[in-house]
């Protein structure tokens, strides 16, 4: 014979209704009564309102989600960091303040999403992780011509073109990529406008940290040569600088200034901490906004790299 608890319709429905609103309790009111497990933390990008700096930000971040959303590219790229050590290349730079606060450089928290409605975390990584890319590549004119053209950027790429979408429509789904990093890291760059023809620039416009710097390498280092020309590959770089390496212009497409250089002239003209000091920290537009060099400090390239990169540009000197 059964316990008269299971012959009783009645308490057997109590029973289950006080367990359903334990589990309720528990794994919803009580996490609804921690803000910290939800509010959005000082890192969590904003798509309306204001910037840190107290400028308005535009419109067209919103609409750019929208947009991102609407075309799913939230099937080939997430926007999660996980703890993987593969996914280190995808963290915002880590950064120290003045008072000793680390920022960046980890995973990305719960709470980095608690203004995302819905959260994008993506679910297949068939691009790179995009959480952080307004960090690693902070030019709109480069997104733009990424989406036009992604293997104008990207010799390697298997991303389709968006050069379908109106011009207005790249512009916001650009804006809404800038916006995708960490917004408790103060922006701060050594970059510099080197003005329309980076070729008349001096090392005037070194920064200080970049005046003293020594080259560790020699032009005549036929590996150091031979790996750059393998990062140049890898990283796409004559998609801009053009596969002849004597830069583009107006007349070759390229949206604003500062142009990408002829390298064979860059190397009769800049110092090697000139140089390096580009490649580090990119250029920026007149405007102050990001060009179409990025810093690639930040976007991957160790400094060991970034002087074989230097390296190979000085060794071009007298060859054009």
Known sequence: MGHKFEKNAALLALGAFLLLSFAVAITVALPLMQ???????????????????GKPISPQVARGRQIYIREGCFYCHTQQVR???????????????????????????????????????????????????????????????????????????????YAHLPPDELDALAEYLLTLRDWAIPIKTLAKYPGPDILAATDDLLPEEYRNLQNPYSVDDAA??????????????????GQDMRGKTAADGWASPPYPTNWYKAAETHSEQFIFWVISEGTLKEDGTGSGMPAWRLNGISEEDRWALTTYIKSLAGKE
């Open 224 to 241: 150091v040569l031979a790996r750059a020309e393998a990062l140049i590959e890898a990283n796409g770089c004559l998609a801009c600088h």
């Open 35 to 53: 803000e910290d497990l939800y509010a959005a933390s000082p890192s969590s990008p904003r798509y309306e309102g204001m910037f840190n700096d």
């Open 83 to 161: 703890t993987l050590d593969n996914d280190a290349a995808f963290q915002a730079p880590a950064v120290t303040l003045d008072d000793g606060t680390v920022l960046g450089g980890r995973p990305t928290r719960p709470a980095d999403y608690g203004n995302d409605n819905p959260a994008l975390l993506g679910s297949q990584r068939t691009g790179p992780d995009l959480k952080y890319v307004g960090h690693r590549l902070p030019s709109k004119d480069w997104h733009i011509a990424h989406l036009i053209d992604p293997r104008s950027t990207e010799p390697n790429s298997i991303m389709p073109s």
